[in-house]
């Protein structure tokens, strides 16, 4: 056989074998989920702006309060996070194509941490924001059943998108209830709750977030914002 066609047939039983991570079933589970949280309208998605009040926990008693304003281009792959103690801007992180920033009142501005940045590009591909991609572009989905994540039980199912790997946990309406995922501080489960419909998208504005099974955090989000204008000064630092 000439070698040009014994690596054509490698490639094309490769790209195969890729294609085949995505089971039928866990592909037809994530085109219900985008549909459950606005079909075309987050399909659209492109860009999204948040304001979320940000609360953390030490044991059961809140601990501290900041506002978190959010800034995200999904084809430009940037994301920005500040951090606002009442008007006052405390601390930047960000990722771009050109890697990742941070800035704080008392450290200045430094590159990120490599683990900590590629921990914000995940961020892109998972939560609610992960779902405007249905069943395409992911790289593995796989159906796990039923399970239980703190106190909500649904369909769990593990995806793949780009290097970032999360499990969502679907009710029976195929609207995301929570995620658990891996970061560097250990086993991230968020458990989700009050969705609203902002631009035709179904978008949770609460979340708790339990790092290893202990509260830690809890997001309020006071406003979302659909398919904003990002100019290049938004991501600025300072």
């Not at 070698?3 to 490769?14: E, N, S």
């Not at 979340?207 to 290893?212: F, G, P, T, V």
Request: positive net charge; contains cysteine.
């Amino acid at each position: 056989m000439p070698r040009w066609k014994y690596t054509l047939g490698l490639a094309v039983m490769l790209c195969a074998l890729g294609l085949a991570q995505v089971s039928p079933e866990a592909a037809q589970l994530l085109e219900k989920m985008r549909l459950a949280h606005g079909g075309p309208a987050l399909a659209n998605l492109r860009t999204y702006q948040e304001t979320a009040t940000l609360t953390t926990f030490s044991g059961p008693q809140p601990e501290n309060q900041l506002t978190v304003v959010s800034y995200a281009d999904f084809p430009s792959r940037r994301l920005r996070v500040e951090y606002r103690d009442g008007s006052k801007l405390i601390q930047v992180l960000q990722v771009t194509p050109a890697g990742g920033q941070s800035w704080s009142v008392v450290s200045g501005s430094k590159a990120l941490e490599a683990e900590l940045a590629q921990e914000l590009r995940n961020g892109l591909f998972q939560t609610w924001y992960g779902l405007r991609l249905g069943s395409s572009g992911r790289e593995q989905a796989r159906l796990l059943g039923r399970h239980t994540f703190g106190d909500r039980t649904g369909t769990a199912i593990e995806v793949t998108t780009q290097g970032s790997k999360t499990t969502y946990l679907a009710n029976a309406q195929h609207q995301l209830i929570a995620e658990r995922y891996q970061n560097s501080q250990g086993q991230m489960t968020v458990l989700y709750a009050d969705l609203r419909r902002v631009s035709g998208i179904q978008i949770p504005f609460q979340a708790r977030l339990y790092a290893d099974g202990t509260l830690f955090a809890e997001v309020k989000v006071q406003e979302a914002r659909v398919n904003p204008v990002l100019r290049p000064e938004t991501f600025r630092m300072p």
